[in-house]
Every structure is written in C-alpha cells, then in structure tokens.
C-alpha cells in the first residue's frame, strides 16, 4: 500500500516545492497577526521569492533589547543557518506599533512620534549587533504600523 493512501485527506497540496534555494533575505519580525497582510504585501512588493522568516515576539526586539542573551543566540544561530544553507546575504529586522512585547499603546500614551522614534533607536542597536555578528550581511529596518511599512535604515 502506498504511504500517501494512509495519509488522512489532503485539504492542501501544492507540487511547487523544489529542491535547494537561495532565500532573498533572512526576515525578522512580531508574530503579531495584525500586520500580516501589509506583510506579505510587502514581500511580494519588494519581489522576494523565498524568504526565511523568523517570527518572535517584538520581532527586533530579541536582538536589540532581549529578555535573554540566549534568545538574542538563537536569533543569530538561525540567522547563521539560514546563510549557510540558502546563501541568505541579506536581513531584514521589522517591529511595528502598538507592540505588546514593548508595553503596547500604553507605552507611548499613544504618541505615534515617541513610538517611532524609539523603535529606530531600537533598529539601530539591533543592527549594530547583526553588523558586528555578520560584517558582510546587508541589514535593513523596518517599522509597521496600520498605515504601511518604513524603512528605517
């Protein structure tokens, strides 16, 4: 019998998947679901066809301002990875507005001003840890909030 026969049904089949790639940038960011769909707008804006994706609370944050040094070791230990094994050369680091993982709209007492420039000094600490951990790597920032995406570097 064959092993797809015991398999329950499938409600989902793609046959596009292919061998070895190589991703267009390493992407870090919020697994906040409200940002998604300005996300996935993006990538296909900007023209990636494969990216790796990391999803973390406060996405940046891990490598900025970390609760752990060891979540900011795994952050960079998968960043590694994934250049080993798709050639990945570039990162994009993204936070976004009314972030839980950094005390939310409350925070800020909703100064969307304040919010954004804290979140590029966050950018800025965390691109110098990925500068300093991957001199060769390009590194991008990135600020969501319900209006787009902006880059921040």
Same mark, same amino acid.
């Given at each position: ?8 049904? #499938? %409600?989902?089949?793609t046959?596009?998947?292919t061998g070895?790639?190589? /991703?267009? /940038?390493?992407v870090?960011?919020? %697994?906040?679901a409200r ?5 996935? /707008?993006? *990538?296909?804006?900007? $023209? ?5 994706v990391?999803? #973390?609370?406060? &996405? !940046?944050?891990?490598? /900025? ?7 900011r070791? %795994?952050?960079?230990?998968?960043? @590694?990875?994934s250049?080993?094994l798709?050639?990945t050369q570039? #990162?994009?680091v993204?936070?976004h507005?009314?972030? $839980?993982?950094? &005390? !939310?709209?409350?925070?800020?007492e &909703?100064?969307?001003e ?7 000094a966050?950018?800025?600490? @965390?691109? @110098?840890?990925l *500068? @300093? ?5 390009h590194?991008?920032?990135?600020f969501r909030d319900?209006h787009g *995406?902006?880059q921040?570097w």
């Amino acid at each position: 019998m064959s092993l797809k026969k015991t398999l329950a049904p #499938v %409600f989902f089949y793609t046959s596009n998947l292919t061998g070895p790639y190589q /991703a267009a /940038a390493f992407v870090l960011c919020c %697994f906040d679901a409200r940002f998604r769909h300005a996300f996935d /707008a993006f *990538i296909r804006h900007v $023209g990636f066809e494969y990216i790796d994706v990391v999803s #973390v609370a406060g &996405g !940046g944050k891990i490598l /900025a301002s970390p609760e752990e040094a060891s979540d900011r070791a %795994f952050l960079l230990r998968e960043i @590694a990875t994934s250049r080993q094994l798709h050639n990945t050369q570039r #990162v994009l680091v993204m936070t976004h507005r009314d972030c $839980g993982a950094y &005390g !939310g709209d409350t925070r800020f007492e &909703g100064d969307e001003e304040a919010e954004f420039t804290f979140h590029a000094a966050e950018h800025a600490k @965390a691109r @110098a840890v990925l *500068i @300093a951990a991957f001199p060769n790597m390009h590194v991008e920032t990135y600020f969501r909030d319900t209006h787009g *995406i902006y880059q921040t570097w």
